[in-house]
């Protein structure tokens, strides 16, 4: 039977010797919230069909964001607005502040690594509002709603951005931040599939090599990923990135075509297809995909 081994991009450097195996990377716990209160901050703006909502559990406030459905049971999940509590229709308001009181020490555990995450993120200044601003492409461009008989686009270059280019999007200005992130992310995603084609069949041709297929991934742990089958996945949030990062990620993924390992012979065959690619790899390092949008 044929395993289809899979090998992930991390931001580690490569092994100074090969032949020596590395120990496991040993992670370390993270400070305790002791009293510390973590911030529960309701969304600059409320989707259709949510409200907000504060329970007081234990230790302190808890607020969130209520959303109905025809689900069968009550599901937390943490998102980009932090606390969202899906729940029956059926279900009694003082049922669903019972779960979420009993699920409290839970939720700021996840609330709290969400917020140090965001601490980091490469778009934490970002409001999603006429105005704000987004990393693309290594530069920041600016959004502007109101015109709704468009389309979503740049005005400028496309993949050569200058910081205050126009990202018009096709909403209208009183759009809720929830509509704008999910449209400019659907923009990013686009335009990341895009120039990533173009560079994976740039350097492709370049070495000779086919790719049986790609597609873009969003995973939280990694940049990209090339299995024994010839298939690679390239996270899309890299296209907040300049070009030079970008490449770097592209060519390690095809090097693993044909070094299905981080050994000397990887890293020789990653500098002949991108001499200098150090610098990029150098970069990368300081940033985990996890301190990244979700969307």
């Known amino acids: 039977m044929n395993e289809s081994r899979q090998l992930d991009l991390f931001i580690d450097a490569p092994p100074p010797e090969p032949t020596t195996p590395r120990p ?3 992670r370390e716990p993270r ?3 002791g009293d510390a209160t973590v911030p529960t901050v309701r969304p600059q703006s409320l989707a259709s069909g949510t409200r907000w909502r504060e329970v007081r559990a234990s230790t302190q406030s808890i607020g969130f964001v209520l959303k109905r459905s025809r689900r ?11 606390l969202l509590v899906t729940a029956p229709n059926w279900v009694t308001l003082a049922q669903i502040d019972e779960v979420v009181i009993e699920k409290s020490n839970w939720i700021l555990d996840k609330l709290s690594a969400w917020y140090d995450r965001r601490a980091q993120l490469a778009m934490a200044d970002t409001h999603w509002q006429d105005g704000g601003s987004v990393p693309y492409m290594g530069r920041r461009i600016v959004l ?3 015109d709704t008989l468009g389309r979503t686009r740049l005005l400028g270059a496309e993949f050569e ?6 990202l ?3 909403l209208p200005r009183d759009a809720d931040h929830a509509r704008i992130r999910d449209a400019a992310h659907a923009w990013l995603q686009q335009q990341a599939r895009t120039w990533f084609e173009q560079r994976l069949l740039h350097f492709l041709s370049a070495q000779g090599l086919q790719l049986r297929r790609w597609r873009l991934s969003s995973a939280a742990t990694r940049w990209g990923s090339c299995n024994s089958d010839g298939n690679i996945m390239l996270n899309w949030r890299l296209i907040h990135f300049e070009r030079d990062i970008i490449d770097y990620v592209v060519a390690h993924e095809i090097a693993h075509l044909r070094e299905m390992n981080h050994s000397k012979d990887f890293w020789r065959e990653v500098g002949r297809i991108l001499p200098g690619f150090e610098r990029a790899r150098d970069a990368l390092r300081q940033h985990d995909p996890a301190t990244l949008p979700l969307i």
Request: aromatic share 0%; charged share 30%.
């Open 161 to 166: 951005p200058r910081d205050g280019d126009v």
């Open 168 to 170: 018009s999007l096709a």
């Open 31 to 33: 400070a305790s919230r």
């Open 144 to 146: 502007r709603l109101g």
């Open 24 to 26: 496991p990377a040993r």
């Open 72 to 82: 069968k049971s009550i599901g937390l999940t943490i998102n980009d607005d932090g």
